[in-house]
């Protein structure tokens, strides 16, 4: 049995990149399931790995931690992946580094309010979104994968240069959220649909679409019923994306 724990619920995008990243390099991990639809991350036992109460965490023996990017980070550097996941050289690692930066405030708030307008309000409110809420969500995402493909990857094979690194992971997760609700995210987007392409081989396609099968399903979820006590708290989030 391994040291190293991952908490992860592969609805999340941030988990499913710790969890291809962990995979894709054989790194041993005991998988910790925390489903957040049944409210997994307020256990006791949880929130002693993460006080955040978010999904991924990671316990390495006595150690703990949360925030995907870190943990990325501190993964590559531990079990010493080969140096394109997160390059030992300065400018190629301050390259990925800044991808991970910008992301924060732009691919990730930017693709979440695109899949919980589009994909979460027929499930809590039993209606599709109006064009009102949901248009400029998919102005603002769009403007967004418009800057990843003309500023970051411009003609490049990857993200931060001619080889797959945790940033390029970072991104195509984020990504896949508006397009399991349906969002054609690649229209218009020659360079960024071939550097997806591009991802999904150096992962490998098993392992990409192992990784992403419960979040593509998540139209199917639309029909079952939502417990009362957690229809409320999505509810209250889904109202923050469409202020
Ligand atoms: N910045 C964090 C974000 C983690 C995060 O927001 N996780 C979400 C799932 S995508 C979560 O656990 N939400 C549970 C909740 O808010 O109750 C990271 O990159 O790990």
Request: charged content about 25%; aromatic content about 10%; some cysteine.
């Amino acid at each position: 049995m391994s040291d190293l724990t991952l908490f992860l619920d592969l609805l999340s995008q941030p988990c499913r990149s710790v969890y291809i990243f962990a995979k894709a390099n054989n790194i041993p991990f005991n998988y910790y399931e925390v489903l957040l639809f049944k409210g997994g991350q307020m256990s006791d036992d949880f929130g002693k790995v993460n006080p955040l109460r978010k999904v991924p965490a990671l316990k390495d023996g006595d150690f703990t931690m949360g925030e995907s990017t870190a943990m990325l980070q501190y993964l590559a550097q531990k079990y010493k992946t080969p140096d394109h996941w997160y390059p030992a050289d300065l400018q190629k690692r301050a390259r990925v580094d800044e991808y991970l930066a910008w992301q924060h405030t732009n691919t990730r708030p930017h693709a979440a309010r695109v899949f919980w307008i589009k994909g979460m309000t027929p499930y809590l409110l039993g209606h599709e979104a109006t064009p009102e809420k949901l248009n400029p969500a998919l102005c603002e995402f769009n403007a967004t994968m418009t800057t990843l493909q003309d500023t970051f990857l411009q003609n490049k094979q990857f993200l931060a240069g001619e080889e797959i690194s945790i940033a390029d992971l970072v991104a195509i997760v984020e990504i896949m959220q508006p397009s399991a609700v349906g969002v054609d995210v690649f229209e218009d987007k020659p360079k960024l649909s071939a550097w997806k392409e591009r991802v999904v081989e150096a992962i490998g396609a098993d392992l990409f679409n192992e990784a992403h099968a419960t979040i593509l399903k998540v139209k199917e979820m639309q029909n079952q019923p939502v417990p009362p006590e957690l229809k409320e708290r999505l509810k209250a989030r889904l109202e923050l994306f469409t202020r």
